[in-house]
């Protein structure tokens, strides 16, 4: 039986989204009173690597051409398909170092006027629903260039079992209502289900950090708005791999008033990739005297019980050989010879080496640098460290948008922020407390033993 055509809804190709959401965001939010201002240009150099993008997509469409032809035809078209992955991921690590030194930079900037959107608040709420809406119409719909869309990266292990374990749940509820289904096809709607929750949690995320945190409803509305109409998004809209980390990332940074909270998120984050927990050198000095032991310990909790349970599952599985594969990362060891897609294929680990000692040595000084930090420091650092590992992490670096957009854009739209620190802690408050008493115990243990030896 054939669908209504009414129902034959798809997004535009790559290229039109492309042109499509830079008007409309321009449209929506440019200052045209004040041209030159820095929200401009950043609005417009969101869309700096969409053009790498473009390139990897035809980049990948000559191989998969030079594949099917073969012969002296199939090797000039590979040839020319290798040179164009290589323009490619040099442009999105050219346009990954422009906003890390912008993210860098932001740390300097005090003065941030308030956000006034060309449109208002409803209407800005209305079109980030539909594009969310339509979005996962198109996401959840079975077509053919969907079922054969590429994973974008090597999923963590705590991804694959999440989706094993969303798919099997699937699988027995259809047995037990006497229904069957194709293994695959409950796959793919337990991956796709995954990837949708995660961008609504995202943009709810804005939203509310927005709303409470920014002083202004419109703020995260916007925010959570341009979430949806980037071409990242919908680039990578089935990447579940990708924003489930990011979401636990943005409810962090909305608990930041609440260090043990914050912990426990940024510690189920680092359950579902390895890349947040390069976040922690960063958000402990964030704490600093300020609840660090606190988040540190809840921080710790989180990452030991969410990679725990992952690990004795794989331990357990039929072969027990799961968690040596979780373990062989190579892409994340810059000191091993690069096996996967990136600027890196075909180069000796010890060109990586030296890019990956420097972002290290970054990392040690944001731990310090501001010796205070508020709100402000801790959205752009993030954002810096994020993007960093784009430029050693050899499984097609500079890809992985979706970690660090939700920051760009909270970056992009944030007002003065410097009266937005974690409170401090009161005097004889959680470990104090429990430190005193404790001390207090030993000094009465001590007086006790010298009156009875009088």
Not at 5 to 21: E, G, H, K, R, V
Not at 142 to 147: G, K
Not at 294 to 307: D, Q, Y
Request: glycine letters at 8%; proline letters at 5%; charged letters at 10%.
């Amino acid at each position: 039986m054939e669908s209504s055509i009414f129902l034959d809804f798809q997004l535009p190709n790559a290229t039109t989204w492309f042109y499509f959401s830079l008007f409309l965001t321009v449209a929506l939010f440019f200052q045209f009173a004040r041209p030159h201002s820095v929200r401009n240009l950043d609005l417009l150099t969101l869309f700096l690597l969409v053009p790498g993008f473009l390139i990897l997509q035809e980049a990948a469409a000559m191989l998969a051409a030079a594949e099917r032809l073969g012969g002296a035809e199939g090797a000039v078209l590979e040839s020319r398909g290798m040179r164009e992955r290589t323009v490619g991921y040099g442009w999105l690590l050219v346009g990954s170092l422009y906003w890390f030194v912008r993210a860098i930079l932001d740390v300097t900037l005090v003065r941030r006027p308030p956000l006034t959107a060309n449109l208002n608040t409803a209407g800005l709420a209305w079109l980030g629903l539909a594009l969310f809406v339509a979005m996962t119409a198109v996401a959840v719909r079975r077509t053919p260039d969907q079922a054969s869309q590429e994973q974008v990266g090597k999923r963590p292990a705590t991804i694959e079992h999440v989706q094993d374990t969303a798919t099997a749940v699937v699988q027995q509820a259809h047995n037990t209502n006497g229904r069957h289904a194709s293994p695959d096809a409950i796959r793919f709607w337990a991956e796709r289900g995954l990837a949708m929750s995660g961008h609504a949690a995202v943009i709810v995320g804005l939203l509310m950090i927005g709303w409470r945190h920014f002083g202004d409803i419109k703020t995260g509305v916007a925010a959570a708005a341009l979430y949806t109409l980037v071409p990242y998004t919908a680039y990578n809209i089935s990447q579940f791999h990708h924003v489930l980390p990011t979401a636990f990332i943005v409810w962090a940074i909305f608990c930041y008033r609440r260090p043990t909270l914050a912990g426990w998120l940024l510690g189920l984050a680092v359950g579902c990739g390895v890349f947040p927990a390069l976040l922690f050198p960063l958000w402990f000095g964030f704490f600093s005297q300020r609840g660090a032991m606190r988040f540190g310990l809840a921080f710790l909790a989180a990452s030991v019980t969410s990679v725990g349970i992952t690990a004795l599952a794989l331990l357990l599985g039929p072969t027990g050989q799961g968690i040596v594969e979780a373990l062989n990362l190579t892409h994340w060891k810059p000191w091993s010879a690069p096996t996967t897609e990136s600027i890196w294929s075909g180069t000796h680990w010890a060109y990586r080496l030296p890019l990956f000692v420097l972002f290290v040595g970054f990392l040690g000084s944001v731990t310090f640098w501001p010796a205070r930090k508020n709100l402000s420091h801790l959205i752009a650092q993030s954002a810096a460290v994020l993007i960093g590992i784009q430029f050693w992490h050899a499984d097609r670096g500079g890809l992985y948008v979706l970690w660090y957009l939700p920051l760009l854009l909270l970056m992009v739209f944030r007002p003065n922020l410097t009266a937005a620190e974690p409170p401090p802690l009161a005097p004889g408050s959680g470990l104090t407390r429990l430190a005193g008493a404790a001390w207090r115990r030993v000094r009465s243990g001590a007086t006790n033993e010298k009156s009875l030896a009088v």
